[in-house]
């Protein structure tokens, strides 16, 4: 079974400043897909950025980008000018890419969460 | 489109109670699931659909049921509530595989519920 790793729970980063949010897995899998979920305080899951794994190009939305480390198995997300609104719990996630095994492909495995605070 | 809509936000149940939690989905996604959150957890799957009349199990099932009568529903049901099933429950859903946008999945707001 896959499983994620969220080290830390708690991070703080001023406004304007850059944070990285670290994110470790297991898998014995080759083909997958990784993704970081935004949760404000509106309890509201908001998928930030997703990285497949078979692209060695790591992605990039905006201000997001992700540092994909497939053979150490790390997808970190760094933030870049950060803003008041980008408070909020950060979850990583995988997924398999499934092949024949529908309900598996489909199934997200979390991890547990880095609450990230942006002080002015 | 609405998107993933689930009713009610907030719950309180007493122990024993029984109760569903509906979900309900307009983007003709086949694939439906529910997961629980609780702190310091992260999210986990309790159960899931593949399509109409086809479910299966989760990471944590005990204690709850579901059906999929329709592509567009998944009401999930706590057929006997404890204290343990106190936790924020939400419905997610996704196209199927064979749609080369099948791997984003949409999240519903949340479900509240306390189990006193």
């Known amino acids: 079974a896959q499983t994620v790793t969220q080290s830390q729970p708690e991070m703080s980063v001023q406004e304007a400043e850059t944070v990285t949010l670290s994110c470790t897995y297991d898998t014995s899998e080759s083909d997958y897909y990784l993704f970081w979920y935004k949760q404000p305080p509106s309890r509201q899951m908001i998928l930030v950025i997703r990285?497949?794994?078979?692209?060695?190009q790591n992605a990039t939305e905006n201000r997001f980008s992700v540092n994909f480390q497939k053979a150490a198995k790390s997808f970190s997300l760094k933030i870049s000018d950060s803003q008041l609104g980008d408070a909020a719990m950060y979850f990583c996630a995988y997924r398999s890419a499934g092949g024949l095994n529908t309900g598996t492909a489909s199934k997200l495995t979390f991890g547990t969460g880095t609450r990230l605070q942006v002080t002015l | 489109n609405a998107g993933v809509t689930q009713t009610p936000k907030f719950q309180v149940l007493k122990t024993g109670q029984s109760m569903t939690l509906q979900c309900a989905q307009d983007?003709?996604?086949?694939?439906m699931s529910w997961y629980r959150q609780d702190p310091g957890m992260g999210l986990r799957l309790i159960h899931y659909?593949?399509?109409?009349?086809?479910?299966d199990q989760g990471e944590v099932p005990n204690g709850y049921n579901v059906s999929r009568s329709t592509t567009e529903d998944f009401p999930l049901r706590l057929l006997s509530a404890a204290p343990s099933q106190t936790s924020v429950y939400f419905c997610a859903s996704s196209y199927s595989l064979t749609s080369a946008i099948s791997y984003e999945q949409y999240f519903g707001p949340g479900t509240r519920l306390t189990v006193t």
């Open positions: 990285q497949e794994a078979y692209k060695q």
């Open positions: 983007m003709n996604h086949e694939y």
């Open positions: 659909s593949v399509g109409a009349g086809i479910t």
